[in-house]
């Protein structure tokens, strides 16, 4: 039986710590893994009921941190290599940026027959300025040299991983998109609806508006509520908002809020606001069957699993045309799309979707359909199964 010795940056929520337990999890008893990640962010909550839902129990490395630390890398590394000699993997298959570095020079030191890397999503864009990112694309160039395989998200990050930012040749990249457990999306939908609408005492005749996702700078809030309030002076519909999430950004949003003219609430300060911040929800299936659109407005995406999510839960998308979001959505049918930079242009979207019930039914009940195979966690289990077992017999490829 191969062994595959997973390693992911941290297990926060979101699509990386649902994929890496699902191929953990599934891809036996044709595969033995290993799963190991580093601490979680202080930022960020933690994720490992996913984990223990599933039955899996990995191995932390609490040096193995999103700053860089030439201490801790230097740690971390010695303790990835220390596994690979214990556990002698045939497969190392690192998750996103810190554990595809240390992991894949730890791999290749050791000698590993495969080694394969997944991005998530890249920070070749709208993260940091030009030096830096130049200096992150160069390492990221040396780290495909020492890979067997690459794989993309989406069609659209594997062309800009191959031809816009030239990390390898695109024959090196397969695409395997992410995959889910969706169902719990369509289940008792409408006890879930009640439940969410109660809590926050959303009026039958209230249009609840979500936006799901960590509160940092890529994420790009600061639209999102400046769109709300230009729509808000547009429309007669009373409508509630709720970013869903938390994270570095949360005092400036509150601050930005405040500027606004929202009297907001938060899990601290209740009330019947037009606008709530209600930090990380993890029942996040509750939250999306109690409302009536899904909103994105990040500066870039690899694959963003809200609008996945939101789909799933027959809910319409308002976002920005960013990333791998146009592989998850169909523009017209199941999303509306504007350019990150137009604030007027996805008010007009909002007040849209607010004003037409008719729209949102026929937009919501496309969704479903848009993701229901495409990114079911067994397609994702099958696909990687597949590209292991060709990366295995066709013997160790040239670096």
Not at 318 to 341: I, M, Q, Y
Request: hydrophobic share 40%; proline share 4%; aromatic share 8%.
């Amino acid at each position: 039986m191969p062994k595959i010795l997973r390693i992911i940056n941290r297990f926060n929520l979101g699509g990386p710590t649902y994929n890496v337990a699902y191929l953990s999890k599934y891809l036996a008893p044709e595969f033995e893994t290993l799963l190991v990640g580093g601490a979680k962010d202080e930022t960020e909550d933690s994720s490992e009921f996913i984990l223990k839902n599933l039955g899996l129990k990995p191995i932390i490395i609490p040096e193995m941190k999103r700053e860089i630390s030439l201490i801790n890398d230097r740690i971390a590394y010695n303790k990835i290599k220390k596994i690979i000699r214990e556990f002698k993997p045939d497969i190392v298959h690192t998750h996103a940026s810190k554990a595809g570095t240390i992991g894949r020079l730890a791999a290749h030191a050791c000698d590993v027959p495969v080694i394969v890397h997944t991005f998530h999503g890249h920070i070749f864009h709208s993260y940091f300025g030009k030096a830096k990112t130049s200096v992150f694309k160069s390492i990221e160039r040396r780290l495909a040299k020492k890979s067997h395989a690459i794989i993309a998200i989406s069609e659209k990050q594997k062309m800009e991983l191959a031809v816009e930012h030239k990390i390898c040749p695109a024959e090196k990249i397969s695409v395997i998109p992410l995959g889910f457990d969706l169902s719990r999306f369509r289940e008792n939908q409408a006890e879930k609806r009640k439940l969410f609408r109660d809590e926050y005492s959303i009026s039958d005749n209230e249009v609840a508006i979500v936006i799901v996702g960590r509160l940092v700078p890529i994420k790009n809030h600061p639209m999102f509520l400046r769109g709300l309030k230009l729509a808000l002076e547009k429309t007669k519909v009373p409508v509630r908002a709720f970013i869903v999430g938390d994270g570095e950004e949360r005092a400036n949003l509150e601050t930005l809020a405040s500027s606004l003219g929202f009297d907001f609430a938060t899990e601290k300060k209740s009330g019947k606001k037009v606008l709530t911040f209600t930090s990380w929800i993890k029942d996040v299936d509750r939250v999306l069957a109690g409302s009536d659109f899904v909103c994105l407005t990040s500066w870039n995406e690899g694959t963003p699993v809200s609008l996945i999510e939101g789909q799933a839960a027959g809910k319409p998308i308002v976002t920005t045309r960013v990333g791998g979001v146009e592989n998850v959505v169909s523009p017209g049918k199941t999303a509306l799309l504007c350019e990150t930079d137009d604030e007027k242009g996805f008010a007009e979207l909002l007040t849209e979707l607010i004003g037409d019930a008719e729209k949102r039914t026929a937009m919501g009940n496309a969704g479903w359909e848009e993701v229901s195979e495409k990114f079911h966690y067994t397609r994702l289990v099958s696909d990687m199964g597949n590209l292991y077992k060709r990366l295995l017999e066709s013997g160790k490829t040239p670096f």
